[in-house]
């Protein structure tokens, strides 16, 4: 009988100490009666899942927990964001993950365009194809705030800050720029269309009302994470599975998920918030592990809630996740004769502090 494995990620579920929760940690502080107890009854300890020297993103952690070395296979967020999405790639293509965000007298106001919507965006994705796309640059509209850009031809050696890291400060002090001379044209390429997305954006129709209706605009891109598309072998090869599902609302998760060689499962009313579809997704990650050897059940939303600042929220989504996603999942593989193998943890802290991410090691 083969041993099923399922990982469950909090994404940017550990933190510091927050003064407003008596100095203790969220994941202290919450309410997780099924994550204590699976604690209590495995093993647990800290895992580094950022290398040295490499940036703290979710490319980068999660492919570590899936036992890649990043040094190896991580080439920018870019390509597997756009894996996910089932974009077409060539080999000399650069790939950049485009968030839509909101500025205010160059200042970084939101890294998500106040959680645009997918329809929303997807209309400003078009206009930006129209306008400043051409037989060299394509915009593909992703998730929300989550697009991707893509450079025919790009040099990836591009410093791009991610847009989560300055919030609050002037886009302009980070523009792109080469690492290297043979990157200078790709650079100004970037900086250009950061420039004149600000202009086509900031009248269009859809950001009007917006602002009419108190949101913030969608009014610049911001272009990071470049790379090409990765070759990598598959986690079913390396560890000899049969088949794997990945399950989450993030289409980064999914890209990295399908050059694993894993099969990607939507799931209706998936957002990455803490809005998501908590019953939807426990509900496809259970069905998935009477069909396969291994699941990867991503869940965005207490990201999100670090990246806003919002220890509440956070505390919320934490909880949302043991009540509505670990105690399901423990009591329908209780019933079971089959041995499982499980494992929970983020794959790298979000501080509600700094708003951003660290490469700090996280608890499992």
């Not at 908590?278 to 592990?289: D, F, H, P, S, V």
Request: charged content about 25%.
């Amino acid at each position: 009988m083969n041993m099923k494995h399922l990982i469950i990620i909090g994404d940017g579920m550990a933190d510091w100490h927050i003064p407003s929760l008596g100095g203790k940690t969220i994941l202290e502080n919450a309410y997780t009666p099924y994550m204590n107890k699976l604690a209590k009854e495995g093993c647990n300890g800290v895992l580094q899942t950022i290398p040295t020297g490499l940036p703290s993103g979710s490319d980068v952690a999660n492919l570590s927990i899936l036992g890649y070395n990043p040094y190896e296979v991580c080439d920018g967020r870019g390509p597997y964001e756009a894996q996910g999405l089932s974009i077409n790639l060539q080999a000399d293509d650069l790939i950049l993950r485009c968030n839509l965000v909101s500025i205010d007298n160059s200042i970084l106001k939101s890294h998500s365009a106040d959680y645009i919507t997918t329809e929303e965006a997807d209309i400003l994705i078009h206009y930006l194809q129209e306008y400043l796309g051409n037989e060299f640059v394509n915009f593909y509209t992703g998730k929300q705030y989550r697009h991707i850009l893509v450079i025919k031809g790009g040099h990836k050696d591009v410093n791009c800050t991610p847009p989560h890291d300055i919030i609050s400060k002037s886009l302009y002090a980070y523009l792109p720029q080469a690492k290297e001379p043979s990157a200078k044209e790709t650079a100004r390429l970037i900086q250009d269309l950061i420039l004149k997305s600000q202009r086509i954006l900031k009248d269009h129709p859809l950001n009007k009302k917006r602002m009419k209706n108190g949101k913030m605009p969608a009014n610049s891109i911001w272009p990071w994470s470049p790379g090409y598309r990765p070759k990598m072998g598959t986690l079913l090869d390396q560890y000899n599975f049969r088949n794997g599902i990945v399950i989450s609302a993030v289409d980064l998760i999914k890209g990295i998920g399908i050059y694993a060689g894993l099969q990607s499962i939507d799931v209706e009313g998936a957002t990455g918030l803490a809005d998501t579809n908590y019953e939807g997704k426990t509900q496809a990650a259970i069905n998935a592990l009477k069909e396969t050897d291994f699941v990867f059940l991503h869940i965005e939303a207490s990201d999100e809630a670090g990246h806003e600042g919002d220890a509440e929220l956070k505390k919320k989504t934490i909880e949302y996740l043991d009540s509505r996603v670990v105690k399901p999942i423990y009591e329908e593989i209780s019933k079971c004769d089959e041995d499982f193998t499980i494992a929970i943890l983020p794959d790298h802290p979000t501080f509600c502090r700094t708003k951003t991410h660290s490469a700090n090691s996280v608890p499992f």
